[in-house]
């Protein structure tokens, strides 16, 4: 890989401001359901007309999920931790200012782009171009983490152990 896609935001590295390691082995964990408590908001998802708009702006009013915390905290030192959510880029600031704030431990958010592959379609779609892109950039997935059965199909078809964790977002 030549350039750093657009819509991957590396965290600041640590206390000596290093940047973070490129490839090697890399845990995957989705944002909305396993690390953010987007329940209070699922209810612009309701009804006729979703107010994806409403849903995503409030995002910053999640509390954290304390086993989610829990999770990330836990990864080994010598893994990368990616955040791979679903969210437009519209909230790139209010949902890095959150991650901040709740001291999730992480290596690299990736987003839907603003333009072009992966702003807008399934997120499976999305998410299996990022994992073919982690991938490219030399990072061997360990594990994968997410609430939708849709995206750890998705993970378990591209050969990524994936983990399940049910948020009740979803219909079953
Ligand atoms: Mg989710």
Do not use: C
């Not at 983490?145 to 993970?155: G, P, T």
């Amino acid at each position: 890989m030549t350039t750093t896609p657009d819509n991957w935001y590396f965290a600041d590295g640590g206390p000596d401001g290093a940047p973070a390691p490129v490839g090697g082995p890399l845990v995957i964990f989705d944002l909305d359901g396993v690390i953010s408590d987007a329940t209070h908001r699922q209810h612009f998802l309701r009804g006729a007309r979703k107010d994806w708009r409403g849903f995503f702006t409030s995002a910053h009013l999640d509390p954290p999920y304390e086993s989610g915390l829990a999770l990330t905290a836990s990864v080994s030192e010598d893994h990368t931790v990616a955040i791979l959510t679903a969210r437009p880029h519209y909230v790139g600031a209010i949902t890095r200012s959150w991650l901040a704030a709740n001291e999730v431990r992480h290596d690299l958010l990736i987003m839907r782009p603003r333009h072009g592959r992966g702003s807008g379609g399934p997120s499976a779609d999305y998410k299996r171009h990022e994992l073919g892109r982690l991938r490219a950039a030399g990072y061997e997935i360990t594990v994968a983490i997410d609430d939708d059965e849709r995206i750890i199909e998705m993970f378990r078809a591209e050969g990524v152990l994936a983990f399940y964790t049910h948020s009740g977002y979803y219909e079953r």
